[in-house]
């Protein structure tokens, strides 16, 4: 359970690296930036973590960690990139966090 | 070239960031595909390096899901965070509808429910405050 908590937390400043690498991006050449490779890098090890943790059975908090995940990378896009939440965005976001857990509660 | 995209960026009403809505939704196509590829992949995988070199889906999945990493980058140049990472969840939408007629998985009605507010919930996101 820690164990997964923790991957959603690496995955989410995964996305925090690729949104830091791909604003810098200047031409093909810039594709091998170091923030980039560090964001694939902690998109891939958050994907061991999540295996390891979910390997002892509870394969049901997989999905509702994946949707805490989500709620990590919005904080994460508020705090550092002082993105904006609307009300409609707010809405769309909710429905799309519910939507997420629905799917794992029927699989 | 880079004033731009920053007034781009921070205007969410642009063209831009419609377009890069699409760029992500369309990525999500990708991403769906790779994990039906990776799993056609999985039922014939054995640890053994010939076989995994061999294994054409397993490899066609990784070099999509690849693909998808390079669009979601492109997306997010201009794109918010905010906005273009909860487009990801439309591919549990195109993997549960490719589950359904490829490998004959079943729907519930909760996953249907899902599917439901994934798409409500990235159309509004879409569409964005139109005034």
Do not use: C
């Amino acid at each position: 359970m820690l164990l997964v908590l923790f991957a959603s937390v690496v995955g989410s400043f995964g996305a925090v690296f690729l949104k830091l690498g791909a604003v810098r991006l200047t031409g093909i050449v810039s594709l091998l930036n170091w923030r980039l490779a560090l964001g694939v890098g902690l998109y891939l090890g958050s994907s061991v973590v999540y295996a390891l943790g979910i390997r002892h059975g509870q394969l049901s908090v997989l999905f509702p960690m994946v949707a805490v995940g989500y709620i990590w990378t919005l904080l994460w896009a508020r705090l550092f990139f002082h993105e904006r939440f609307t009300r409609t965005k707010l809405i769309g976001l909710g429905l799309v966090l519910a939507g997420v857990l629905l799917v794992g509660l029927g699989s | 070239m880079s004033t731009t995209t920053a007034s781009e960026s921070a205007n969410p009403n642009s063209a831009a960031r419609g377009r890069m809505v699409l760029m992500m939704a369309g990525a999500t196509l990708l991403s769906a595909a790779a994990q039906i590829l990776m799993k056609i992949g999985m039922h014939h995988f054995s640890p053994n390096l010939l076989t995994i070199v061999t294994n054409l889906p397993l490899i066609a999945g990784y070099a999509l899901y690849g693909l998808f990493t390079l669009l979601m980058v492109l997306a997010l140049r201009e794109g918010e965070l905010s906005l273009m990472y909860p487009i990801i969840s439309l591919s549990y939408v195109w993997v549960t509808a490719l589950s359904y007629f490829i490998f004959h998985d079943t729907l519930s009605p909760l996953k249907l429910l899902g599917i439901a507010g994934i798409m409500a919930g990235v159309t509004l996101l879409g569409r964005g405050e139109r005034k």
